[in-house]
C-alpha cells in the first residue's frame, strides 16, 4: 500500500447518512424494443455516413468487413440491448455523441477512417484527457500524476486555450479536463466551455472535491457534457484511506448526485486493485452505482506509475478473468439490465490494440506536453507548440508496448 499505514489508521469513519446522499434525477437504463428503435436510427445514421464517406460500393464493403471483424473480437457477435437515456438523448457508449448532436456524424467519420482511410473528414481524435492544474488535495494510492502533485503551475488560462484550439483544428470530439484536481479551477474551464462548446464535447474528470451544487450550475450552463467522478470502493472508510482523505467519500458521491440534478451525462470511475477483482467486490460496486443512478461505471486497472511506481500492483490474468466475465454479464445479461453499462479499456485494448498513443486518444499532462496516455510517461512534444502535429504523428508511429495493434 502506497499511504502510510499510519496515515491510513487517522482516517477514521464519519457520521453521515450516504444513503440519503442521492438523486431525483437518477439515469434512465432503457431495453427492449424502445432501445431497438433507437438502434435502428443509430445504424440508419452509421450506414448513411459510410454512403457519404466512402462513395463506392467497394469502400463501403471493405469498412463494413471491418466493423464486424471488431464486433466479432469483442463482443462475440452479441449486441448491447441497454442503453443510457439523459436530457433527451441516448448513450451505449461514453465517449460517443448521441447519434442527435452535430459531433456525432464528425466523431463517426474519424472512426471509419481509422478502419478504412477516405478523404472526408471527420475528427482525428476522438478523446483528450487534458490536465489543467498540478493543484490536489488528494493522496490517492493510484495517483499517476503524483510526482507533479501540487508543483508550481506551468500552464495558465491562456494556454488551456490554445491548447483547446490545436486540438479542434484536427477535431477532437471530447475534451475531458483533468488533473490534479480540475475543480480548482471551475472559472477558467467554465469559460474555455463557453467559447469552444460548439467543437467538442466536454467533460469534468473529478474526485468530487470542490464539486458543489453552485459549481455544477455554473459548469452545465457553461455547457459542459459530462462529468466522470472517482470512487474506489463502496464502503466509505476504504475509499478515504484509498483516497488518502476523510471525507472524500462524501465529496465524490454528492458530486454525483449534483451532477446527475444538473443533467451532466455522468459516470463512476474506479481502479480495481487486486484485491478488488472478485466478483463479490464487482457485484457490490455495480449495486452501489445503480443506487446512485449513473449510467456508466468505468473499470481500470492499476499501472506501476506515479505514486504505485516500482510497486507489484499490475493485474494477473486470474483477476482480470474474474473482471472480463464481469464485463460480458453487465453488458448483455437480462438479469443486469437495469445496472449502469461498464467501461473497461483495457479488455478491448487486449482485444483491438491500444486506442491511446494519439491514434483515437491522447494524455495533455499538466506541463501541457502531449503523452501516449496517463500511464506511458515518455513525453511526445508540446500541444502548446506550432508543430503539435508532428509530434502526435510520431507517437503514433512509435505506437505503444503494452497494447500491441492487433488489428489496424
Ligand atoms: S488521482 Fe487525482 S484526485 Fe487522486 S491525488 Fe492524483 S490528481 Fe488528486
Known sequence: MSV????????????????????????????????????????????????????????????????????????????????????????????????????????????LNRLVPHNSGGHELAVVFLSV???CPLKCEHCFEWDNLNQKEVIGPEDINRMIENLQSIGATNIAFTGGEPMVRTREMAESIRRYKSKSQFWILTSGFNFSA???AELRSAG??????????????????????????????????????????????????????????????????KSLG????QWIEPKAVGHYAMKDVLLMPQHQAVLEQALLDYTYAEAYKDHPLVVYHEYYQRKLGCFAAG?????????????????CHRKGGSLLSDDFRQSLEGMRTAGCTDFPSVIG
Open 4 to 111: 502510510e499505514p499510519t496515515a491510513q489508521k487517522a482516517i477514521q469513519p464519519l457520521d453521515v447518512d450516504y444513503d440519503a446522499i442521492r438523486s431525483s434525477s437518477p439515469h434512465r437504463m432503457v431495453h427492449g424494443t424502445e432501445a431497438w428503435l433507437i438502434r435502428l436510427r443509430q445504424q440508419a445514421i452509421n450506414v448513411w455516413t459510410a454512403v457519404q464517406a466512402y462513395r463506392t460500393p467497394s469502400g463501403i464493403r471493405a469498412v463494413i468487413a471491418r466493423l464486424k471483424e471488431h464486433r466479432a473480437l469483442v463482443t462475440g457477435g452479441n449486441r448491447v440491448k441497454k442503453l443510457v437515456r439523459v436530457a433527451g438523448r441516448s448513450h451505449w457508449r461514453l465517449f460517443i455523441p448521441a447519434n442527435t448532436s452535430p459531433l456525432h456524424v464528425p466523431f463517426l467519420k474519424g472512426e
Open 133 to 135: 492544474t498540478k493543484k
Open 214 to 216: 453552485t459549481n455544477a
Open 224 to 289: 459542459a457534457h459530462g462529468v466522470v467522478v472517482s470512487i474506489d470502493h463502496h464502503d466509505a472508510l476504504l475509499h478515504d484511506q484509498f483516497r488518502g482523505v476523510q471525507g472524500s467519500f462524501r465529496d465524490a458521491i454528492t458530486a454525483v448526485k449534483h451532477a446527475l440534478d444538473e443533467g451532466f451525462l455522468t459516470a463512476i470511475s474506479t481502479c480495481v486493485t487486486r484485491e478488488n477483482a472478485t466478483r463479490e467486490y464487482i457485484d457490490a460496486f455495480m449495486e452501489m452505482a
Open 294 to 297: 449513473v449510467g456508466f461505471v
Open 359 to 375: 491514434n483515437k486518444m491522447v494524455y495533455v499532462d499538466t506541463d501541457g506536453d502531449l503523452m501516449s496516455c496517463p500511464f
